[in-house]
């Protein structure tokens, strides 16, 4: 059993303790944060289904005021573990990593880490092997997570030379309020760091793209077109979508409308959080564009990311040396693919 | 064991399900609906853990062309059933009435029907004994439902004369696309009919108010300025809301921020569909003038009519002649006031 | 002087009225509309400075009632004028076509209309010589006439075969209450009618694309992936977009950050409503995705159609056979492009 | 001729540079700001209407790469005028008021700044007096501004004892990018110091409120319920409103719905920026809750506090003595009321 800690108990952070806590192969030794944020209150209010550990020893009567319990200190866990999934705020994680060092751990960072705080940028799909018996990993980010999901199973079957894409990205979570837009489309210089992102996991890939903030909270919007090596039609495009346990093939007839139909679909399943792994990709988005093939999915911010980093401690710790497995044996415990069967 | 019926299952009466399904003394027979909506489909996918019941038997091939199992029509339903929660569109609910009164079955109504289609506009806490033994009830709207919480155990402990109300309603559900509201603050002819509506319940109280739809999904807020019969002040009002168990007073230092708060609140305590039953009440708004006080609820709006339902049962079937047992039970099975030992 | 009639005066009916009274070589004879709406409650707070006519002859004394001089019927105004601009809602221009053909008046309908209400389907750059001295053109929609405006200048330069476009609708207009979006991204099913509305004007061109919807008021934006003949840079790009009159390339680095910059923009110069006839287009969004060029243009939906539909008077009434003086007289009394000269 | 000069040419900046220039009585020598921001380059674009000083000589290139004129440094424009109106961000007002002093000249702040960064908390109707001849006021905020108006004149005519606000707060202005909230209703902390500054400046009313930030941007909504010294009905309260030069008494039958209604309203009016100086009042609002009487009004942030800073002009300089007058100028010059006459 692997030993896993996870540091940052925010948005990130409580989804990859209930990921990893799924996985019979792993061990979730506890999770870490700062202060009596909601999240911990929430925790608390759970009956302490993890163990928490503290990151500010000066904090620690504001804990007690609230008899929350806590374990020990965050260097305590860092010392219980063998591998930490840094969820911290952008910026923390890069001064983390001198405490996982100190203790010969490995590690593996978020998105918003920047990319030299790892010896790889990983992700589970496309450059699984990379990752393999590394010490520190970073992530893909939500939006780069997901768009490679779609591009690699394309690439894989049919080879794709060239993307261009626009991101329509949801501008908060919700429960925001330090962050936020008000009646505005926002635009970014181009080109997206989600494409150079793209081509630093998928190098043979030629990618750009621009990207639009909206006042929204459920779901990046992204859309793709994709030059692949020979056209496809739309029926092969769908055929490997279909096919992919990470991705949700629906429609719009059928009543999910666009990003927030995806949000209510996971709450009325009972998903915890109404969170999904899977991103979305709406069968009527697809359409043929000369040579080309373009459609849009949808992406779900708080949870994409969950399955890849778990995909990153069956890489970083030597679990498994078949990314084709590994990601199989993520599938399994998240319960992803099962609604294929129906 | 009452055997309970839900007739129309969509945002309301899946909730109504859920909380039936967990009273001790109450059997959930099935759900009924019209089409293969998303709701139906997410049945489906989690196993069909209700019986499902067709109103429209001609839409039966489209059940059958999605492998969803049909236990029989909404007519055989309402014969099984002891009552009826009629959580239809409104408007629908005053035809179904025919079929019910047909097989002289007893239902309660959700508060888009006409107070006509019921023999007693019903709310738990605040007139529990005009539901007793009546065939039907018309259960007060969300907002009113939540308001009336907080209005009478003011009225209970001090007396309660008049409130003046405003309701910063939430437009839309979170996934609603057939109604929205972009940019702008829409104002309703005033008094709002939750004011009206609180007297019908509470006719000793003369009420008022104002209504502005805002762009958002994640709950509404009340300010409510309510003269008591003798002043009283922050501590007194706050102490009565304390102990309320269908009221969670909140705390913005706490990080409870706004409406979006409790929502991420009750998704992070992993509650089915992120709903809370309670109504948020902050602590912090809370504030004297002269000798009235005021303060501000969140409606919780998907999630906080199910509770006073369910008490609605109870009353209608008789189960429970005094309405502080009967909200008691509901309370228990529904866990709610767990919260409150912390 | 083309005598001119404004036949509905909404949202783009003022506007073209407007517009209409700038021309220097037209006549306003008078706008036209059924019921005192708010547009014609400032309408008579400014002084009538444009004749009103009544299309709903029982409507009178709702105007008399406010002291709003009436000029006369519908059926007056047309029979006073060479042409109509008719804005009514999508559908009754079908309706009115009927009294048009009566007195064997020319019309122009926007692009709610069906295609088939007209002759032509009309784009001031892209198809001027299509409308010469036709009875009935049809404008587009305000995102095809800009996204046309885009597209044309490059065809015209360099050739374009094939273009994918991504529109981001906003949802409604400042002050819409009908219609409305909350917290959700809406994707209706592809192609997109503006993609196929372009390959209508310029069928030479190949084109699909996938529309969102939003919820934000100031403008839509598209973003184009266009395949030229040969490949051509950034620079070469900017260069022909620079020099359009009704393009207005503007960069984030100056503080346009999104559409609602160019709104209040607009607003800061003085330009009555705050209209922009000129789409904006931001340099830092053009980048080549092989050999593809992909921008990023801004449509003001309210106010975009208006230099197109007087193109088309021009066209209609024969008043100039060459589109590209056409363009120039309109441009020259709407002060476009005078910006260009800073 | 009273020489002003507008330091920050920003939302407010500008608007009062345009209240000014309609003045007869008043000479508006310039405008200051300290780089091109989007405002600046408008004025430009304008053919520079106003002079422009430069509070930062460093940035000069910059105004000379875009040919912007500029005629001299915030220091000479002080040195120029009788009163300077300070519209920079909150607290840069605080540091600019040395340079104000040391030229011994009078200024207005605007309501970011304290209240210690003034001599006066000034509001045009409710203290003219207090301002006379003072060195440095400070304006009432938007809020506080329009609130004060609909409370001074019910308190005029029938005594106003006390208020209790709700405050459903626009949260960013079109345009704004640097805030903002997304789906989500956010409550401060009460009493609102809107209701707080009330009291400052009619200290005879018992004032409290709560606030509540909502994510559109064309307009606050307060709800009031005041409490006369006797009872009145509402059409007494509408009697006073109507009657009110800065108060436009609209009603939703005529389709005012809402904040964004009145705002297109002022777009079509052709008002410059569609800016509205009059608060809305709602005649379908005004209820009667017991002894009390309740109404909601709209606040257009952006311009509500032109007319009142105009009137800190006259009150400062000692243009005019009596309050009654000098707003009646104010108003004159303004255009205020002239609607009224319909």
């Not at 944020?37 to 289904?49: C, Q, S, W």
């Not at 319990?69 to 990593?97: F, M």
């Not at 629906?250 to 999910?256: A, H, P, S, T, Y």
Request: hydrophobic share 40%; charged share 25%; with cysteine.
């Amino acid at each position: 059993m692997v030993k896993v800690g996870v540091v940052g108990y925010g948005v990130i952070g409580q989804r990859l303790a209930d990921g990893v806590a799924l996985q019979e192969d792993m061990e979730l030794i506890g999770v870490a944060d700062v202060s009596p944020t909601l999240p911990i209150r929430a925790l608390k209010e759970k009956g302490m289904p993890y163990n928490f550990y503290l990151g500010i020893a000066e904090n620690l009567p504001q804990f007690a005021a609230l008899d929350i319990p806590v374990a020990g200190s965050l260097e305590e866990l860092v010392q219980k573990v063998d591998i930490v999934l840094d969820a911290t705020s952008a910026g923390v994680g890069a001064k983390n990593k001198e405490l996982y060092a100190k203790y010969n751990k490995k590690a593996i960072f978020q998105g918003g880490e920047k990319n030299s705080v790892a010896d790889v940028f990983f992700h589970g799909y496309a450059n699984y092997e990379n990752g393999l018996e590394k010490q520190f990993l970073k992530l893909t980010s939500c939006n780069t997570t997901g768009l490679i999901r779609s591009v690699d199973c394309l690439d894989r079957e049919y080879g794709v030379e060239k993307v261009a894409i626009t991101i329509i990205r949801r501008v908060a979570d919700p429960g925001d309020y330090h962050r936020g837009l008000t009646n505005a489309l926002q635009i970014d210089k181009a080109p997206s760091h989600q494409a150079e992102d793209l081509m630093t996991i998928m190098p043979h890939i030629n990618a750009t793209g621009i990207l639009v903030h909206t006042p929204v909270t459920h779901g990046h919007i992204i859309t793709v077109v994709a030059t692949t090596k020979k056209k496809i039609n739309k029926e092969q495009a769908l055929e490997v979508f279909t096919k992919h346990p990470r991705i949700r093939v629906v429609r719009i007839e059928d009543g999910f409308q666009g990003n927030a139909s995806l949000f209510r679909y996971a709450r009325d399943l009972g998903n915890p959080r109404g969170d999904m792994y899977e991103i979305g990709l709406w069968d009527e988005s697809i359409v043929e564009s000369g040579n080309d093939i373009m459609y849009a999915i949808n992406i779900p911010q708080e949870a994409v990311t969950i399955p890849e980093t778990i995909d990153g401690i069956r890489a970083a710790m030597g679990m498994q040396t078949e990314g084709v497995l590994a990601v199989a044996e993520t599938n399994k415990y998240l319960g992803m693919g099962k609604w294929m069967k129906k």
